[in-house]
């Protein structure tokens, strides 16, 4: 069988920093609201938006929320306009593979699984389909560490 798919498996930091060098625009699935200003599902993508990032939100809750850090929401990441770098994921290990077909409608450059977020069932189907995986890091740990 090919393993060829396991070179988009992202592990090293040199491979992190490379992503991050290349990445403008940032979906973020299951971003939360201003409301909850203190979970990192808000902080960290209002940081990426604060480091000069296109940070585009994707709630999984909050069906009446219209925008989020001045932006608009949209529902699924295949809805999201245009090129997507890295789709930033804030879901439970276990609830990333029902999101793994829209992701993958939307063909993004790479997924980021944030800290503790770690599906290697899901990593392997986009790993597949040629999208670049990180699993359990934080994306705004890593872009201070890399300092784009």
């Known amino acids: 069988m090919?393993?060829?798919?396991?070179?988009?498996?992202?592990t090293t930091?040199?491979?992190?920093?490379?992503?991050?060098r290349e990445s403008r625009r940032v979906a973020v699935l299951g971003i939360k609201t201003e409301a909850q200003s203190g979970?990192?599902?808000f902080y960290v993508p209002e940081y990426l938006h604060n480091a000069g990032l296109d940070v585009v939100p994707v709630p999984v809750y909050y069906p009446d929320?219209?925008?989020i850090l001045g932006k608009k929401v949209y529902r699924r990441v295949a809805d999201v306009p245009g090129d997507i770098d890295i789709v930033n994921v804030f879901r439970r290990s276990q609830d990333v593979p029902p999101h793994v077909d829209d992701i993958l409608a939307a063909k993004p450059k790479a997924v980021w699984m944030q800290?503790?977020?770690r599906n290697d069932e899901a990593a392997m189907r986009l790993a597949q389909a040629g999208i670049k995986v990180v699993q359990d890091r934080c994306l705004?740990?890593?872009?201070r560490r890399v300092r784009v």
């Open 2 to 10: 090919d393993e060829s798919w396991r070179q988009n498996l992202v």
């Open 13 to 20: 930091e040199q491979g992190i920093a490379d992503l991050l």
């Open 39 to 41: 979970q990192a599902a």
């Open 65 to 67: 929320v219209t925008e």
């Open 115 to 117: 800290s503790g977020i």
């Open 140 to 143: 705004m740990v890593e872009h």
